[in-house]
T-cell receptor, first 115, second 113 residues
């Protein structure tokens, strides 16, 4: 019962480098999403997916790519890191629709610093 | 742009007191959810209320929803030091977008022993 697993927990990148943040869930959730959290701004949606092969943009998609080749995995790629992408990144998943008490299950986050 | 906005931004109370946080939103919703985040951790789902519900309870939590005013409140009764955390409301849209949650900036709650 791992839930949502994010790796790495911490990362420092240089401007212009690329990297992939990993997210995996073992709950057979159809819906997966990526958020970034900046001080005082809550969580902003980057990209989301409603199933394998289907992705869409959220509020702040620029500079990020996603793909969903399996139900379990939803990696987030930073194409060319910029200091403005310094943030804490959260992956979350849920069943599609809203059953009784449904909500997101969040990973523990990846703290990314771009220097 | 954020859909939900919490009020107050910060709240400081003593153990045993009740804590009330409010959330306002702008567009029609399918559901509204509340989450808790302890410092440096991921968010934890607390409670979900649907647009056709007015009130919901879960343990010491009571959530109300007023769709005519586009607002919700979260009441934590008999607060404990362990309730110290940030609390976020999140709204799910209509027309199949109910899974796509938009979060507010949160309320920081400090409960002092």
């Amino acid at each position: 019962n791992a839930g949502v697993t994010q790796t790495p927990k911490f990362q420092v990148l240089k401007t212009g480098q690329s990297m992939t943040l990993q997210c995996a869930q073992d709950m057979n959730h159809e819906y997966m999403s990526w958020y970034r959290q900046d001080p005082g701004m809550g969580l902003r949606l980057i990209h989301y997916s409603v199933g394998a092969g289907i992705t869409d943009q959220g509020e702040v998609p620029n500079g990020y790519n996603v793909s969903r080749s399996t139900t379990e995995d939803f990696p987030l790629r930073l194409l060319s890191a910029a200091p403005s992408q310094t943030s804490v990144y959260f992956c979350a998943s849920s069943y599609l629709g809203t059953g009784p008490g449904d909500g997101y299950t969040f990973g523990s986050g990846t703290r990314l610093t771009v220097v | 742009s954020q859909q939900g906005e919490e009020d107050p931004q910060a709240l400081s109370i003593q153990e045993g007191e009740n804590a009330t946080m409010n959330c306002s939103y702008k567009t029609s919703i399918n559901n509204l959810q509340w989450y808790r985040q302890n410092s440096g951790r991921g968010l934890v789902h607390l409670i979900l209320i649907r647009s056709n519900e007015r009130e919901k309870h879960s343990g010491r939590l009571r959530v109300t929803l007023d769709t005519s005013k586009k607002s919700s409140s979260l009441l934590i009764t008999a607060s404990r030091a362990a309730d110290t955390a940030s609390y976020f409301c999140a709204t799910g849209g209509v027309s199949g977008g109910y899974n796509k949650l938009i979060f507010g900036a949160g309320t920081r709650l400090a409960v002092h022993p």
